[in-house]
Structures are given as structure tokens and as C-alpha cells.
């Protein structure tokens, strides 16, 4: 079901009004239920909250964005028939928050009809032959997120991994880069099993993995089928440690599995802003305003592209899709660096290029609509996740 609402409980709700002559409109495509439900909600709260600064500041040159939000449920088919109702019906000029698989099933109606489609979490590697021309993100490819997984495995100084992967396009690819770089380091994988999602039990695929008694399992896993593996091993005998994937970084996962087993034993790796930057700093400050709370994985990936649609609205020559394609890249990268898009309309006003620096960082897109990322290691301390490592972009170079 489409949403002519915003999700955070009316907080911008001027954002939501029926389409005026003045509006231009940004559709939200989240899963706000199921596995990736909590970072839907994360990446549609940080969208709103680029939107609102944005018409804070006037608006743009089309007018104040209009957001219309659609639940996909992690379903491709849903997201493909909702964004089409809000390219055709709503007449949104770009579709923000699609996850890896969504991503990849929009390519050809994002080609098609020329509307701006991204995402602040697809990190798919298949986006790195499909993207670039209409098709965008603001975190890095999952090239980097298996780099970073095999740079921590290897500096931890395992002897013995297992790989536990789900069946899905947005495990699989990272755990195929970490896999690579494991063995090159000259680790021992005693296992690599790829598990179907939807399992009321996943102990067969447990048993060569507990046998073979690895130093530590990384788990590319969704949130349900994650919580599963882990008490099952838990209970199978497993000592050693965990390293998750980004599905997995999420407050929740404590009460569902046992915040005593996996307490200085868990570890979660995600691409994360770099908290140092001042265009982070700032962002994280309005957050805590507006919000309430720190900001969550991806919130930064996500205000970013509502500021990227919105100076790229700002300096192309008509309010359109296709239009907001032929500037993106400049407003991204080559000119005057703006940490807001109320710094980017002075500047592009005043006749000057811009190069938007987000709060995640920078954007400069590759020729797969790909920025190059930064990565964040988190260990489970106390029933939370706390920072023990972080890998800048140039670690990767």
C-alpha cells in the first residue's frame, strides 16, 4: 500500500500534503516490515529529515519536495509495482531506498521511464555493471564491505573461519570478497555454507561447521535466520567468536538472541560515516534535534540523498528525472564544497559549481554511481554495540 504519509509520526508532515503546482515529489521505497524493517524506518526517518532541511531552506528551485513512502516488505515484486505507482500516478521524479535485490529488479523502470532510483545500503556487486546511468547509491559497493570483513578477520588473527552466508543478493556478494581475501591471507576456511532463508531450523547445515570447531563463524545473514543460527550454535557448543554483516547491527538483536551470548564474543561490520567529519558532525547534532536519538546505520547514506535529488533539482534546467541525471555527478563532485543544501543553493545561485560533501562522506560518483566508503567494526559490550575499529576509504586504495 502506497503512503501519502510520513513515517515519523507527523515530525514533517508538511512534507506530505497533496501535490501542489509548486511541489516536486521523491518517492521512499523501504522494507519497513520484515527482516530489514528497522533499517527501512532508519532510511525513511533520514530521507524526511534531508527533505525538511531542505524546504527549511526554501525549497527548491521546483519547488518544496513532496515524499510519498511505500512498504516493500524486502519483496522485489513489491517494490517494482509500488515504484511504478509512484513514477506513473505520483509522478516522482526520483525513488530513494531500495535494498540490493530491490535495486537490482528497478534498473530497467528506472531506465525506462528516466527517473532517478538509489539507495544508502544496496551494496550489491551486481550494481557495479547495471548503475551509473540513472541508477545511483550513496554507500560503497559490497566490495568494500568484504574487504573490510577479510581485513578484520585477518588482523584479529583467526587461524580457523567458517562462512555462514544467506542465500540472498545482498549476503552473498560480500561474503564472496571476504572469502577471497581470507584465503589469500592464508586462513584456514573450514567451511563455507550458503543456508535458505525461512528456516524453522538451520542445524543441518550446523553440524560440519561445530564439528570442524572454527575460531570464529562470520555470519552474512538476515535478522531472522541470524537469530536462529545463533542460538542454535550457541547451543550446539560453539565458543569462539562472530563477525556479522550489516543486517545484523541493529539494538534488537540483544533481546532476541541473548545479549550473554554473544557479549564480547560479536562483532558487526557495516559501512559507516566518518564521525570526525565536520558535514557528520553537524548532521548528527540536527538528528539529535529533530530526532531524539544517534543516528542509526545508513541514516547519513540516507539525508544525503535527499540533499543530492534536491541541488540537483537546484541546478538542472527543468524538474525532471532525466534532468536531475545530467547534474547529479557535478553537484557530487568538481566544484565549491557545500555541507548543505542551503550552502549549495546560495552558492549555485551566485553562478558557482558545487560539490556536495555529505555527512556520510564524500560522494564522487564512479562510473557505477558508486562512492568509495569507510567502514565501521562494532563489538557487542553490555547488551550494545560499541566502536572498536574504523576503516577509512583510503584503507581500501
Not at 560539490?355 to 564524500?362: F, I, L, T, W
Request: hydrophobic letters at 45%.
Amino acid at each position: 500500500m502506497l503512503l501519502k504519509t510520513t513515517l515519523l509520526a507527523g515530525a514533517f508532515s508538511a512534507t506530505a500534503l497533496a501535490a501542489q503546482a509548486d511541489e516536486v515529489t521523491i518517492g521512499i521505497l523501504v522494507p519497513l516490515t520484515g527482516e530489514l524493517g528497522e533499517f527501512g524506518k532508519i532510511v525513511a526517518g533520514g530521507v524526511e529529515l534531508g527533505v525538511a532541511e531542505v524546504n527549511a531552506a526554501g525549497g527548491t528551485k521546483c519547488g518544496n519536495i513532496r515524499t510519498v513512502v511505500a512498504d516493500t516488505g524486502g519483496n522485489p515484486e513489491t517494490a517494482i509495482r509500488e515504484a511504478t505507482k509512484m513514477i506513473e500516478s505520483d509522478g516522482a521524479v526520483a525513488v530513494v531506498g531500495p535494498t540490493s535485490g530491490e535495486m537490482v529488479a528497478l534498473v530497467d523502470l528506472a531506465k525506462r521511464t528516466k527517473t532517478i532510483l538509489m539507495s544508502p545500503y544496496a551494496g550489491t556487486i551486481t550494481l557495479n555493471k547495471l548503475g551509473g546511468d540513472y541508477i545511483y547509491r550513496t554507500v560503497s559497493s559490497d566490495l568494500g564491505d568484504g574487504a573490510a570483513s577479510g581485513l578484520w578477520l585477518t588482523e584479529k588473527g583467526y587461524k580457523r573461519v567458517a562462512f555462514l552466508v544467506q542465500n540472498e543478493e545482498s549476503t552473498i556478494s560480500p561474503a564472496q570478497v571476504a572469502k577471497e581475501k581470507l584465503e589469500a591471507s592464508g586462513i584456514e576456511l573450514t567451511d563455507y555454507v550458503v543456508y535458505n532463508p525461512g528456516q524453522p531450523s538451520y542445524q543441518a547445515e550446523l553440524v560440519s561447521v561445530l564439528a570442524n570447531a572454527p575460531d570464529a563463524i562470520y555470519l552474512a545473514g538476515g535478522q531472522e535466520s541470524g537469530v536462529t543460527v545463533i542460538k542454535e550454535a550457541t547451543a550446539g557448543g560453539f565458543e569462539g567468536e562472530w563477525l556479522f554483516t550489516a543486517d545484523l547491527a541493529v539494538p534488537e538483536i540483544f533481546d532476541a538472541v541473548g545479549a550473554q551470548y554473544i557479549n564480547d564474543r560479536a562483532y558487526v561490520e557495516f559501512a559507516d560515516a566518518d564521525a570526525s567529519l565536520p558535514e557528520y558532525k553537524a548532521f548528527e547534532a540536527l538528528y539529535q534535534e529533530k530526532l531524539g536519538a544517534e543516528p542509526g546505520p545508513f541514516a547519513a547514506n540516507s539525508f544525503d540523498m535527499a540533499n543530492l535529488v534536491a541541488l540537483s533539482l537546484e541546478k538542472a534546467d527543468a524538474c525532471t528525472g532525466e534532468a536531475i541525471n545530467a547534474v547529479i555527478r557535478d553537484v557530487a563532485d568538481g566544484g565549491e564544497p557545500v555541507g548543505s543544501f542551503a550552502a549549495g543553493k546560495e552558492a549555485i545561485a551566485a553562478g558557482k559549481d558545487v560539490n556536495y560533501e555529505g555527512a556520510s562522506g564524500p560522494l564522487a560518483f564512479d562510473a557505477s554511481g558508486t562512492p568509495a566508503g569507510s567502514y565501521s567494526i562494532q563489538q557487542a559490550k553490555d547488551g550494545k554495540w560499541e566502536n572498536v575499529k574504523f576503516y577509512p576509504a583510503s584503507a581500501f586504495e
